[in-house]
């Protein structure tokens, strides 16, 4: 199957910083995007998800972007904190199906 | 809390052993998966049921036997598994719209 990766396996960012974890994908088929973060000893969390006729999604301190036409996926977390560091996995869905693949991981490390 | 719950946290299990992984959902959801993950690997799908049926079987070893006796309930039976099985088993849940996949706390598996 086609491939989720991500740019920078680990980012270090100060406490009160803004973060960007970048995701490349291949799937030009890819329907539906999601970013999970996952702490230590714990499954991923449901982040933020985004779909692939908008562009731009916004949380509570979480904005996803998407570039289909470069076939890019970043999530912005404003003034990180550090309950923030965690290991942040992008994952694509394909053509409205039931699997997902997911990319290696990014992990985040909040300095004090 | 994800709403889908994972039992054991921890197994450690010799390699003549029997276990079995627990997985269960109350969030309404027909999908389920089962899903590794290992160290500096990317989450690998291993099974997917829909409403009970299994839609995937990704290349799993026959040691690792799945059943799904309800779309709320998904276990994994462990049997005469290798060190190389040791990793994170991730359960995880879907709805009929395919998206919002939430996952459970996950169960660590040493085999020894």
């Known amino acids: 199957g086609e491939s989720v990766g991500l740019h920078l396996p680990t980012l270090s960012v100060q406490e009160g910083d803004n973060s960007i974890i970048n995701c490349a994908y291949s799937?030009?088929?890819?329907?539906?995007f999601i970013w999970y973060k996952q702490e230590s000893g714990k499954g991923p969390q449901f982040i933020i998800d985004i779909r692939s006729n908008m562009d731009k999604r916004q949380g509570q301190r979480v904005t996803v972007l998407l570039n289909k036409t470069v076939k890019h996926l970043s999530l912005q977390i404003a003034a990180t904190q550090p309950g923030d560091s965690a290991v942040y996995f992008c994952?694509?869905?394909?053509?409205?199906?039931?699997?997902?693949?997911f990319g290696p991981g990014t992990r985040l490390s909040v300095l004090p | 809390e994800t709403g889908v719950t994972q039992t054991p946290r921890h197994l450690v299990m010799g390699m003549t052993n029997k276990k079995s992984l627990k997985c269960e959902q109350h969030l309404g959801h027909n999908a389920m998966y089962w899903y590794k993950q290992s160290a500096k690997k990317p989450l690998e799908l291993m099974f997917v049921?829909?409403?009970?049926?299994?839609?995937e079987n990704n290349s799993v070893p026959s040691r690792f036997s799945p059943e799904c006796p309800n779309s709320s309930h998904l276990f994994l039976h462990l049997h005469t598994l290798q060190p190389e099985d040791s990793a994170l088993y991730l359960c995880a849940s879907m709805g009929q719209l395919n998206t919002e996949a939430f996952f459970g706390q996950g169960t660590r598996l040493t085999v020894v």
């Open positions: 994952a694509e869905r394909e053509n409205y199906g039931q699997n997902f693949v």
């Open positions: 049921y829909n409403f009970k049926e299994q839609t």
């Open positions: 799937n030009s088929a890819s329907d539906y």
